[in-house]
């Protein structure tokens, strides 16, 4: 098959790093040859952050240009925004409807743009917003957002549900296992 | 067994796999997690120094004394370590030492994009360059071979997506390393002149023994398909060219960057009518071709600042660009911040509000140059605060009175304290405040010699910061809390104020370590304002909504610095 493509995106802090993690380890129990990209270090603190996933029969470069992502899954609206250019034509943005806004709007330099969802619409993107940060709370933390996700993503790749499960099973803490489970069936059934 | 790694973690599993056993680094991203990776395997031990430049002294004792040793840092840590390298060279190894050396073309967590390939020329040390992270784990065992059989320190250069890359690899056993015998041999490692001499001979030969390794090396791979285009690259570069190019070019891929091999270049470009050279940074492959009379395209096209990608090289040699939609609304950047909660706020806050000039140096404090405090007016490298601000005193005393260097406590471990004892010795009276968060906080947490543990976790002897600076000769030290702004105020005034030089100790554990305990979220309550004086400090926590301050409690963790700025009462 041919390479695909995942973006993840979002805000230092909010775990996309986790992310890219589950998928990657799901997509390697698929066979596929995988490549998971990040970027460390000074991006980390609140920046934007974004991780690239790449799998396939066969992959080579571990980053994604734009025009290239088949599916962004983003943490924040704004990032949404930031990454739109990276989309395939005909690819799937999954966004979470939260805001974070960045210290220039903090700041009062620049303005937070309000009506990015309908600026998607009027583009014919596709896209799938997603309560990820109540359905998170609901699960018992805020910071499994990313996991809800996951739970999203889930849906929209044709990988069995008990094979998410195994990766999250591996890549999360014993400790917070239960309430990742939780905020990724609550992502699944959102959609 | 096939696994997902890092590449750092692969290089790790190579060390571990090759048999390595005394490893010492400073942590610098992209290179940190080699260290962190390695430190997990019982077999080998790990440290963290207090600088590049004695990691590298203890791996070649440890190499001296017969281990297969190691050293990693960050490209910029390389000209720290710059010194023992160029004589170890010289010495050559006993038991193997590798290098790892970690790029950051593009900058994503670096002060300059300096390209290391340099060092290992003008050092005569050979470089190898892996593209992924099966390739790093293998490369680290070859360079292991190379430095046992030419008798010579290895570099394997990384660059921040090889680094921070996860691909598949294939996991194999620890091998075995006896210590090599130790036996004293002053020609060869008591680098004076009569010695040395000799040395560089042998250094020279060494060189031309390493071009015929390269001419025949596996590491130096040709795929050769139809067309009249020829492309030689290296690392990472050679993936983006592939994703660009596939098939419908031919590739010398150069797994080992120096020496660079000169049959194989030469023979490899009469085949094509035009041969590209595409490499990140700077055009060392380039400049070596042209030296060999061939005629390359290279940095004409690609130039030589930040990173490539398969989609420059699709644009420069095929002419086409990917399609792509973008809104039409601008969108505005989201630069790093200082977290919610982080003990440097208060500092950087009294520093702005007072108009202080501040000398700065690395580290997440550096973000304190960024809006809206921009409390920061220099930053050049590692303990450069403290230096300069004493040469920017000397040169304008009057600023003594108005000026500051403010250095982490990891970075004035790393070089801080040489430039601490020049205040004291040759007399200016300036301030220092160094900002003691407990540990070593951009490259994600790692210990050092103030913060009472080592690479391992166990309990380590704690340096003193007090006693430490009174010791180099600075009689005013005084520790202050950040979170209370009345008392940092006071004591950055006050010490400004005096004709002496001092310290200030800013201390308070970075509000991300795991042991430090979080006050419930403040809230803001119908008093506020809106003068937005809370917003001053930059807080990631706090923003305007409805014309009204608010704080987020997903991020806010009660450190209060907001609590007693607001003259209204308005935060509880």
Known sequence: ?191 | MKKLMLGNEAFARGLYEAGCKVVSSYPGTPSTEITEEVAKYEEVYAEWAPNEKVAMEVAIGASMAGARSFCGMKHVGLNVAADPLYTASYTGVNGGLVIAVADDPGMHSSQNEQDSRHHAAASKVPMLEPSDSQEVKDFVKEAYRISEEYDTPVIVRMSTRVAHSQSVVDVCEREDIPLKEYVKNPQKNVMMPANARGRHVFVEERTKKLIQEAETSILNKIEMNDGQIGVITSGTTYLYAKEALGDSVSYLKLGIVNPLPSYIIRSFCKKFETVYVIEELDDIIETQCKKLGCDVIGKELFGFIGELSQSIIKEKIKGVSTEYTALQTEIPVRPPVMCAGCPHRGVFYSLAKNKITVSGDIGCYTLGAAQPLCAMDTTVCMGASISGLHGFNKARPEKEKTSVAVIGDSTFMHSGMTGLVNIAYNSTNSTVIILDNSITGMTGHQQNPTTGYNLKGDVAAKVDLEALCRALGIERVRVVDPYNLAETEKAILEELAVEAPSVIISRRPCALLKYVKHNPPLKTNEKCKSCKACLKLGCPAISIKGGKACIDHTLCVGCGICKELCKFDAIE
């Open chain 1, 1 to 191: 098959m041919d390479t695909k493509s995942i973006m993840i995106v979002g805000v230092g802090g909010q775990g996309s790093l986790l992310a890219s993690r589950i998928i990657g380890h799901v997509l390697l129990m698929q066979g596929y040859e995988v490549k998971v990209s990040e970027v460390h270090g000074m991006s980390q603190r609140g920046g934007s952050v974004v991780t690239y996933v790449k799998y396939g029969d066969k992959v080579y470069s571990p980053v994604v240009e734009k025009g290239e992502a088949d599916l962004i899954v983003s943490f924040e609206q704004l990032e949404a925004a930031r990454s739109l250019p990276y989309l395939k034509k005909g690819g799937t943005i999954i966004t979470s409807t939260q805001k974070l806004d960045p210290m220039p709007v903090i700041t009062g330099a620049t303005k937070y743009p309000e009506d990015i969802f309908n600026q998607f619409r009027d583009l014919g993107i596709n896209f799938i917003p997603v309560n990820a940060l109540q359905l998170a709370e609901e699960a018992g933390s805020a910071k499994a957002s990313n996991v809800v996700l996951m739970g999203v993503v889930s849906t929209k790749m044709d990988i069995d549900k008990e094979e998410w499960l195994k990766a999250i099973e591996e890549c999360v803490p014993a400790k917070f296992l239960e309430l990742n489970k939780k905020a990724f069936e609550l992502g699944r059934e959102c959609y």
